[in-house]
Each structure stands twice: as C-alpha cells, then as structure tokens.
C-alpha cells in the first residue's frame, strides 16, 4: 500500500442540528465513498438525491444571504458547510458522501468544527487502495483586492498565517494575529473547536434580514461594544482568528484534495479563500499534484492523520 493512502469512513454515522442562518432543524449522514470518488453532497429532500460537487468553481457568494458559502451546481444548492469540509479536511478523509436534509447544512451543538470531526472519528477512519494526491504550490500566487491581501507559497507543510481586523477590545494587538504550522500544532486539539463569531449588533441586522435565525450562544461566540457575553468565556485567547483558520482549512478544501503550501492572509473570508484556490488553480504553473512512497517524504504536517485514524 502507498505510505499515504487516501481515506474514508468505515460506517455511516448521522447528526441533527439547526441550520444558522434558516433556523431550520436539519440532519446530515456521512457515508462510505470508494477511492477517487472525492467529497459529495446529496440533497436528500430533493427528487433523486441531488448532488453537488465539492470544487472552487462550484462556489457562490451572496451578500443578502449572510457569511456563509453556497455550493450550487445546475440548480441545486448546498449552504453553510464550510465547518463540515473542515472537519473532513482536518480528518484527512478524501473520500465521502455527504447527504443532507436540509438546504443549509446544520450546525452541530456549538459552532465550531470539533462535534464534526468526533463523529467522523467514532465512525472510524479507513485506509484505501489508492494513493493520496496532495496539491502542492511550487511558486508564489498572490490576489490583493481593496486593501485585503492573500498569497500563497511553497512550503512543505501546511501552514496558515492569519491577520484580523475588527476594532474590538476582546481583540486587543495580541489575539489579531495566528500562525498555524500543522507540523508543530494539532488541528483536532487547537483548531476544530474555536467558534464562529459575531457582534450584537450584526446578529440583530441580520435578524432584522430574515438571517441567522439559527444563531444563540449555544453555536456561536457573540460581542457586545465591550466584551464576550457568553458566560463560558473563549475557548482560546485568539479563538476568533482561529476560527478564520477553520474556516480557511474548510474553503481551501474545495480543491479536492490537501494543500501543501502556506497561506497567508489579512482580513480573510470565505469568499477571499475561495478567490484564492480559484487563482491557485488558475496558474497551472504554480502547482503540482504529488503522491508519496514512503513515509519519510510525507511532511511532518500530515503525520498526525496516522494517529487520528488509530484513535
């Protein structure tokens, strides 16, 4: 067997939760999928199961419908589950079927990745009989757009150096600023349970919307002028720019496979991560798709996936 094989669920496994922007009760099951087959939605309250394809060009961005991403191919649409793409891309499980009940994805419990990525633990993680292909940058690619700067660049490993900017005393100069190495960080224990996050004031105009019906202090970490009102406090001191981090590991995988390279970005955002892997994937020359034979040429940042799937 190739040292890195690429990976599924041994069983089917299911969640309930509500949709954050709909409100809507929903449930997701995550099934088995045979190798080479990718990350797929189904849309199970829709005539023949619908699908839609994990892929950057299939993703939509949509001012009147809040933060969040739309996956739409022909006219089915998938929304919100840019947290579900994290835990399986944090999991290192290529392949998968993704059936929901619901337009909008649920949330589960608490607004971050980690309830995702037990589930698919419990579940048990599988090795299969094809390599592992992994998306390796070899030159720099940068995208700038009205003072919002993203690049990305070789590196090998996988990295993520993030920069917030919200002029808010929770922040303060020392929690704007992250650097994730995954060879030096876990993404099950540091990563996947920073959650999503919003101001008061935001929450009550999108309300006012028809949006983020679905929001409480049950999934989501909410700011007032001055401080953090849920009575548990953070998780993490920079927990809200870690959650950018999740997000980012989440849009990045719409390329279909693991990146190996370092992003880096100031004010990021779903819809700037997906500008990126759409100008990633545009310079062919910038990239190159890599399998490893043995385990010595796997870098450190991907040797923890071994040890998630063992537990």
Request: hydrophobic share 40%.
């Amino acid at each position: 067997m190739n040292a890195k094989p690429q990976r599924t669920i041994r069983r089917e496994v299911s969640f309930e939760g509500i949709g954050l922007h709909t409100g809507a009760r929903g449930e997701v099951t995550f099934r088995p999928a045979p190798p080479n087959s990718g990350i797929r939605f189904l849309r199970g309250d829709l005539p023949g199961k619908a699908e839609v394809q994990v892929r950057p060009e299939n993703a939509h961005f949509d001012p009147g419908a809040g933060r969040r991403t739309i996956l739409q191919q022909g006219d089915v649409q998938i929304h919100t589950m840019e947290h579900i793409l994290a835990a399986v891309s944090g999991l290192g499980i290529d392949n998968l079927v993704i059936e929901t009940s619901t337009m909008e994805t649920p949330e589960p419990i608490d607004g971050s990745a980690a309830p995702i990525a037990r589930l698919l633990k419990e579940a048990g993680i599988e090795d299969q009989e094809r390599p592992k292909r992994h998306l390796k940058v070899t030159k720099p690619v940068q995208w700038r757009h009205d003072g919002i700067e993203l690049s990305a660049v070789p590196y090998n490993g996988f990295k993520l150096d993030f920069t917030i900017d919200f002029p808010h005393p929770v922040f303060g100069t020392e929690n704007r600023h992250v650097v994730v190495d995954f060879a030096e960080h876990s993404y099950v224990k540091e990563v996947a349970r920073a959650r999503t996050f919003g101001f008061m004031q935001d929450v009550e105009a999108m309300r006012s919307a028809g949006l983020a019906l679905g929001g409480s202090l049950q999934n989501a970490i909410v700011l007032d002028e001055t401080r953090v009102l849920n009575t548990e406090g953070l998780r993490y001191d920079n927990e809200s720019v870690k959650h950018k981090v999740l997000d980012a590991i989440g849009d990045l995988y719409l390329l279909g496979r693991p990146l190996i390279g370092q992003y880096t970005a100031f004010k990021p955002g779903h819809a700037l991560n997906n500008a990126l892997a759409r100008a990633l994937l545009a310079r062919t020359d910038a990239w190159d798709l890599v399998s490893f034979d043995t385990d010595d040429d796997v870098p450190s940042a991907f040797q923890d996936w071994a040890a998630i799937g063992a537990a």
